[in-house]
């Protein structure tokens, strides 16, 4: 079944422009994980959090996890060109990982 | 250099001849794990594996199969493949530590005609 589900399905933003894209889910989880596409090539991990953590960064990117609202939060600040790509939370409970249907950014230059 | 692979990269193949997708690799990681992904549908998870011999069903196993016979090999089988089956398959592997990060191969685009 399709645990996280992102919001919106798709933004475009101006570079230098922060993005923020949110991920709601429906059950109990060990984790939370986002991970970044480019254009159908694989997924390449960019951060995790834990059901006991509440804010984590690493460089230019801040998430947030609510378990009492079954929700997270991804914020990118400052974006490039670069940062253009498909963005998918994903939620393990179990080994099991689940990945909602995922945001596409666009960065304009 | 680590990393996973698949092979094929591309396959245009006709309903019900036997295929088998490929995964390895070189990280030694414990879990291995196949997924698919459809327009709009995100990721689901097909089959995972958190060691050799131990498998288990993901999300949408039907028609497929896997084996884990050696640690860094896990390839997905489809018996009979059907035009529904067509689809972006990505196999991914971690460590075994309760949901670490995975690491995805360039992925696999089959069509079934």
């Known amino acids: 079944s399709q645990q996280g589900e992102e919001d919106p399905q798709a933004l475009s933003i101006q570079e230098g422009e922060n993005a923020t894209m949110n991920c709601s889910y429906k059950?109990?989880?060990?984790?939370l994980q986002w991970y970044r596409q480019n254009s159908g090539r694989g997924l390449v991990h960019l951060i995790l959090i834990r059901s006991n953590e509440r804010e984590k960064h690493s460089g230019r990117l801040r998430v947030t996890l609510d378990t009492s609202k079954k929700s997270s939060s991804l914020l990118i600040t400052a974006s490039r060109a670069a940062d253009t790509a498909s963005y998918f939370c994903?939620?393990?409970?179990?080994?099991?990982?689940?990945f909602g249907a995922g945001t596409t950014v666009t960065v304009r230059a | 250099e680590a990393q996973v692979t698949q092979n094929p990269r591309y396959l245009i193949t006709v309903t019900g001849k036997k295929l088998t997708v490929t995964c390895s690799q070189n990280?030694?990681?414990?879990?291995m794990s196949w997924y698919r992904q459809d327009p709009g549908l995100g990721l689901r998870q097909i089959y995972y594996s958190m060691n050799v011999e131990v498998t288990d069903k993901g999300d949408v196993p039907e028609g497929y199969k896997v084996s884990r016979k050696e640690k860094r090999n896990f390839p997905l089988i489809l018996e009979s493949p059907s035009p529904n089956q067509t689809s972006l398959y990505f196999c991914?592997?971690?460590?075994?530590?309760?949901?670490?990060?995975?690491?995805f191969g360039p992925g696999t685009r089959l069509t079934v005609t």
């Open positions: 991914a592997s971690s460590l075994l530590n309760r949901g670490g990060e995975q690491y």
């Open positions: 994903a939620t393990d409970n179990d080994y099991k990982l689940s």
């Open positions: 990280m030694n990681h414990e879990y």
């Open positions: 059950t109990s989880i060990n984790n």
